[in-house]
C-alpha cells in the first residue's frame, strides 16, 4: 500500500512565502512523476508544477519565477517553495505521484488529502 501525505499549507499575507511538503510512503518500487496541482473554489483542478524522474521541472506559466519544485528521490519526499505569494494563489493544492507499487505490474496515480493556501491581500 502507498501513501501520499501534503503538508506545509497556511494563511499568509500577500508577498509572503510558504513552503509545502509530500512524502510517499509504503511499498514502493518505482516514483515516475511527482507534481502538485491546486484546485480553487469554483475553479478546476490546474497543474501548478511537476518534475518527472530524471527531467526537468515544469511551471504552469502564473507560477514561474516565483515558485520553485524539488524532490529528494531516496526518501520519495517532494517540496513546493512558494514566494511572492499573490491572493490569486488561494487554493487547496495536492501533491500528486504516479508509482509503481513493489508486486504491482503497471504505474498507478496516488493523491494525497491536500492542504489549504490562503493568501490574504
Same mark, same amino acid.
Given at each position: 500500500?502507498?501513501? %501520499?501525505?501534503?503538508?506545509?499549507? /497556511?494563511?499568509?499575507? #500577500? /508577498? /509572503?512565502?510558504l *513552503? %509545502?511538503? @509530500?512524502?510517499?510512503?509504503?511499498?514502493? &518500487?518505482t516514483?515516475?512523476?511527482?507534481?502538485?496541482?491546486?484546485? +480553487?473554489?469554483?475553479?478546476?483542478?490546474?497543474?501548478? +508544477? +511537476?518534475? =518527472?524522474? !530524471?527531467? &526537468?521541472? $515544469?511551471? $504552469?506559466? &502564473?507560477?514561474?519565477?516565483?515558485?520553485?519544485?524539488? *524532490?529528494?528521490? #531516496? *526518501?520519495?519526499?517532494?517540496?513546493?517553495?512558494?514566494?511572492? %505569494?499573490? =491572493?490569486?494563489?488561494?487554493?487547496?493544492?495536492? @501533491?500528486? +505521484?504516479l508509482?509503481?507499487?513493489? !508486486?504491482?505490474? !503497471? =504505474?498507478?496515480?496516488?493523491?494525497?488529502? !491536500?492542504?489549504?493556501?490562503?493568501? &490574504?491581500?
Open positions: 500500500q502507498v501513501q %501520499l501525505v501534503d503538508a506545509g499549507g /497556511g494563511l499568509v499575507q #500577500a /508577498g /509572503g512565502s *513552503r %509545502l511538503s @509530500c512524502a510517499a510512503s509504503g511499498s514502493i &518500487s516514483v515516475h512523476f511527482m507534481g502538485w496541482y491546486r484546485q +480553487a473554489p469554483g475553479k478546476q483542478r490546474e497543474l501548478v +508544477a +511537476a518534475v =518527472p524522474s !530524471g527531467g &526537468s521541472p $515544469t511551471y $504552469t506559466e &502564473s507560477v514561474k519565477g516565483r515558485f520553485s519544485i524539488s *524532490r529528494e528521490s #531516496a *526518501r520519495n519526499t517532494m517540496y513546493l517553495q512558494m514566494n511572492s %505569494l499573490k =491572493p490569486e494563489d488561494t487554493a487547496v493544492y495536492y @501533491c500528486n +505521484a508509482i509503481t507499487p513493489i !508486486g504491482v505490474i !503497471g =504505474p498507478v496515480t496516488y493523491w494525497g488529502q !491536500g492542504t489549504q493556501v490562503t493568501v &490574504s491581500s
